[in-house]
Nanobody, 115 residues
Framework: QVQLVESGGGLVQAGGSLRLSCVTS????????MAWYRQVPGKQRELVAT???????NYADSVKGRFTISRDNAKNTMYLQMNNLKPEDTAVYYC?????????WGQGTQVTVSS
């Protein structure tokens, strides 16, 4: 069983920045990969960024150059630094890990970007 707790969401103006955190209940080095997703009401959950145990990263095209995913192994924490935020980034952001055969999710943190 893996527990994930996100924090760092809030209300920000367009062009601003936020940093999301996701603390895991397990040793982060035991996880092959971690990810951030986001979801807008009425739409499917969207993959935002992933990071592997070897710190290989991937991003959705919509956030490339603006968002940075990272991990602090000593703190068992994953981060999402979000810069130059746009109103279309408004969503609930979720932390995800997959430990087969299960997917684990945090409770989500709301990010609202005003124009």
């Amino acid at each position: 069983q893996v527990q994930l707790v996100e924090s760092g969401g809030g209300l920000v103006q367009a062009g601003g920045s936020l940093r999301l955190s996701c603390v895991t209940s397990v040793n982060i080095l035991s996880l092959n990969a971690m990810a951030w997703y986001r979801q807008v009401p009425g739409k499917q959950r969207e993959l935002v960024a992933t990071i592997t145990r070897r710190d290989s990263t991937n991003y959705a095209d919509s956030v490339k150059g603006r968002f940075t995913i990272s991990r602090d192994n000593a703190k068992n924490t994953m981060y999402l630094q979000m810069n130059n935020l746009k109103p279309e980034d408004t969503a609930v952001y979720y932390c995800n890990v997959r430990v087969l055969p299960s997917d684990y999710w945090g409770q989500g943190t709301q990010v609202t970007v005003s124009s």
